[in-house]
């Protein structure tokens, strides 16, 4: 059975493969029902070497519709209560910004990983929620919320903004004695794409933070936007800026396609045993 510690061995970098229990995930090629594709999908993503599998149910890409915490409750359960089912020992990250939706998939299912892209500001209660329930916790940074993200771009400096964000609750969660936290510096979220490739190049400054980096850019905008493409058509240039996040200090990469991103991997763990 994995536990929290894998997290802290980054000797390799970990891939997080993304399962949207959604009907309005922003990539139509990850939208499944909770039935045998899921399983498929789950399947396919274990053998081609995923470390963590990352479930939502409740859609955060630019201008989601809006759901209430029982309905993500009911998509997280359904399709967990199938895939744990037949998968039982996988490594369970909840993408969810609600401490009542952490604690409910926690308490139910023994969930390891709360994936907050809310990084705390969607509910006031989640970090006293992660210290008390004692799960490894991703700490995202963004503005507003799914809604209205998109507007909230304005700047006087992103890379020291975010960086400090990140920082002051880092530094919070330790005091409340949450051991576990991965920092997330939430490309696409309240950034624009010039925005998001500045934060790449300077990712290697957040290794200050000693914490894991988790990068997350699978398919989004800050990549479709400079190829003139659509998500689906951005796998190849998904594995350009996940290679550049890996060369630049990311520890774990979220994605849609495992296998290119554990290809991306083996490459440049290659490259770096001749660049020490």
Same mark, same amino acid.
């Given at each position: 059975?994995?536990?929290?510690?894998?997290?802290? =061995?980054?000797?390799?970098?970990?891939?997080?493969?993304? @399962?949207?229990?959604? +009907? &309005?995930?922003?990539?139509?090629?990850?939208?499944?029902?909770?039935?045998? /594709?899921?399983?498929?999908?789950?399947?396919?993503?274990?053998?081609?070497?995923?470390?963590?599998? =990352? *479930?939502?149910?409740?859609?955060?890409?630019?201008?989601?519709?809006?759901?209430?915490?029982?309905?993500?409750?009911?998509? $997280?359960?359904?399709? $967990?209560?199938?895939?744990? /089912?037949? *998968? +039982?020992?996988?490594?369970?990250?909840? =993408?969810?910004?609600?401490? =009542?939706?952490?604690?409910?998939?926690?308490? /139910? *299912?023994?969930?390891? @990983?709360?994936? &907050?892209?809310?990084?705390?500001?969607? &509910?006031?209660?989640?970090?006293?929620?992660?210290?008390? $329930? /004692?799960?490894?916790?991703?700490?995202?940074?963004?503005?507003?919320? +799914?809604?209205?993200?998109? *507007?909230? !771009?304005?700047?006087?400096?992103?890379?020291?903004?975010?960086?400090?964000?990140?920082?002051?609750?880092?530094?919070?969660? #330790?005091?409340?004695?949450?051991?576990?936290?991965?920092?997330?510096?939430?490309?696409?979220?309240?950034?624009? !794409?010039?925005?998001?490739?500045?934060?790449?190049?300077?990712? +290697?400054?957040?290794?200050?933070?000693?914490?894991?980096?988790?990068?997350?850019?699978? #398919?989004?905008?800050? @990549?479709?936007?400079?190829?003139?493409?659509?998500?689906?058509?951005?796998?190849?240039?998904?594995?350009?800026?996940?290679?550049?996040?890996?060369?630049?200090?990311?520890?774990?990469?979220?994605?849609?396609?495992?296998?290119?991103? #554990?290809?991306?991997?083996?490459?440049? $763990? #290659?490259?770096?045993?001749?660049?020490?």
């Amino acid at each position: 059975m994995h536990n929290n510690q894998l997290l802290f =061995d980054t000797e390799i970098p970990l891939v997080m493969g993304i @399962i949207n229990l959604t +009907p &309005d995930s922003f990539y139509y090629g990850n939208r499944f029902a909770a039935d045998e /594709k899921l399983l498929a999908k789950i399947e396919n993503m274990l053998d081609n070497g995923a470390d963590i599998i =990352d *479930f939502g149910g409740y859609s955060t890409r630019p201008g989601a519709e809006f759901i209430n915490s029982d309905e993500e409750i009911e998509r $997280l359960t359904a399709g $967990l209560e199938i895939v744990l /089912k037949k *998968f +039982p020992d996988i490594l369970v990250s909840i =993408d969810t910004f609600r401490a =009542d939706v952490a604690e409910n998939m926690v308490k /139910k *299912f023994g969930v390891k @990983i709360i994936n &907050d892209i809310g990084g705390g500001t969607l &509910d006031s209660k989640m970090f006293d929620t992660i210290a008390k $329930l /004692k799960v490894a916790y991703i700490l995202m940074h963004t503005r507003g919320n +799914p809604q209205n993200m998109k *507007f909230l !771009t304005d700047y006087q400096n992103v890379t020291t903004e975010v960086f400090d964000f990140l920082q002051k609750n880092i530094a919070q969660l #330790r005091n409340l004695g949450v051991e576990n936290i991965i920092a997330d510096l939430g490309f696409g979220f309240a950034k624009n !794409t010039e925005q998001n490739y500045e934060l790449l190049a300077n990712l +290697p400054l957040f290794k200050e933070l000693n914490v894991p980096l988790l990068v997350g850019v699978s #398919r989004k905008s800050m @990549i479709s936007n400079i190829l003139k493409t659509e998500p689906a058509d951005s796998l190849n240039g998904t594995t350009v800026v996940n290679t550049i996040a890996l060369i630049n200090g990311a520890n774990i990469l979220r994605v849609h396609d495992v296998k290119e991103a #554990r290809q991306a991997i083996a490459i440049y $763990l #290659r490259y770096k045993n001749y660049n020490n």
